[in-house]
Structures are given as structure tokens and as C-alpha cells.
């Protein structure tokens, strides 16, 4: 009995390694949609003057605490590119304890309409990186970005995720730009 149900078994793998092999880039029966969040908005101040409250993590504390986020440490330095802090994002059930670090800021041009752009990587195996960008639109006006680039969550949690933490994460991304706008005057 056992022998026949090694042979079942071994067959039913084989008969899915031809299946996946005849259908590449399909490698399940279920594509799950991107898992990244992205909030868009106008602010009336200007792109150089939000990159620069950006690069400093005492700012984006006050911008993110309250709507998804708690327990900021802000390190030393706490501004420009090598600043850190520890932090934990809560939202609805999914909560993660990080440190962070500012990897990257870029200055905007007006003139070439080159937008600005401040990094947060966010350490560890369930790290992350958001990434705030800030294209000028004139002088006093400026199209804010903030994008958070996530891995598909395991299927355990898949439809949990979509259906609870993503919408809600999303809003709080959505706030934390009009939070700049406010902290940033």
C-alpha cells in the first residue's frame, strides 16, 4: 500500500512539473494583484522645501505617527542620507517592529522639472522601502508621491492582507501626505 501510494504521489508531481513547464510564467493557478502601496496628492508648497522636511526623520515621525505608525526612536544623525530611527507599523492585524534608514535623498530641479526624492529603507527580513517622490509643478505647487514597495504576503495571510491591510495602509498613506502638508508650513 505504501509503494503504491509513493507511485500516486510521484505521479501527481510529475504531472504538475509538465503542467507549470507548459505554462511559463504561470506558475500557479492564481495571480495575486501587486501588493505595493501608492498615495498621490498636490501640496502648495514647494518640491525643495518638502525634500528637505522629508530628509529628516523627526518630520516624517510626525507625519506618519498616529495614522499607521507608533514608537518612533529617531537616532542620531536624524537627518539626511544615513539617518535613523526604530519604528513599528501597525495596521489593523499586521504589525511590524523596524529600524529605518534614510538611504537616499535627491534634490528637485523646478527648471527641468526633475523631481526630488527621499528613500526610507526599512531593515530586516520583512523590510521594506518607501520612497517619497516630489516633482515640482511650479514654484509654490508640488505633486507628491509616497510609494511603499511590498512582497506578495504568504498565502496565509493573502486575502487578509488585501482585503483588511492594504485599503487601510493605503489610507494612511493618503493622510501622511496631508500630514506633510500641515507639518511641513
Not at 526604530?86 to 523646478?110: F, K
Request: contains cysteine.
Amino acid at each position: 500500500m505504501l509503494r503504491s501510494f509513493r507511485s500516486t504521489l510521484f505521479a501527481v508531481a510529475a504531472l504538475t512539473a509538465l503542467t507549470l513547464a507548459a505554462a511559463p510564467g504561470r506558475a500557479w493557478a492564481r495571480d495575486w494583484p501587486n501588493a505595493d502601496l501608492i498615495a498621490r496628492a498636490e501640496l502648495p508648497l514647494p518640491a525643495d522645501q518638502l525634500t528637505a522636511k522629508l530628509s529628516d526623520l523627526a518630520v516624517q515621525k510626525a507625519v506618519w505617527t498616529g495614522n499607521c505608525s507608533r514608537d518612533w526612536t529617531v537616532g542620531s544623525p536624524a537627518t539626511g542620507v544615513g539617518a535613523t530611527a526604530h519604528m513599528t507599523y501597525a495596521v489593523d492585524s499586521w504589525r511590524r517592529e523596524l529600524d529605518g534608514r534614510i538611504s537616499r535623498v535627491v534634490a528637485p530641479i523646478l527648471e527641468a522639472s526633475h523631481p526630488g526624492r527621499v528613500d526610507l529603507d526599512h531593515a530586516g527580513k520583512k523590510g521594506f522601502q518607501t520612497v517619497w517622490t516630489l516633482t515640482p509643478l511650479g514654484p509654490d505647487r508640488t505633486r507628491v508621491e509616497v510609494h511603499t514597495y511590498l512582497s506578495t504576503p504568504p498565502w496565509p495571510v493573502r486575502r487578509a492582507y488585501y482585503n483588511g491591510v492594504q485599503p487601510k495602509w493605503s489610507a494612511c498613506h493618503a493622510s501622511a501626505i496631508q500630514a506633510l502638508g500641515t507639518v511641513a508650513r
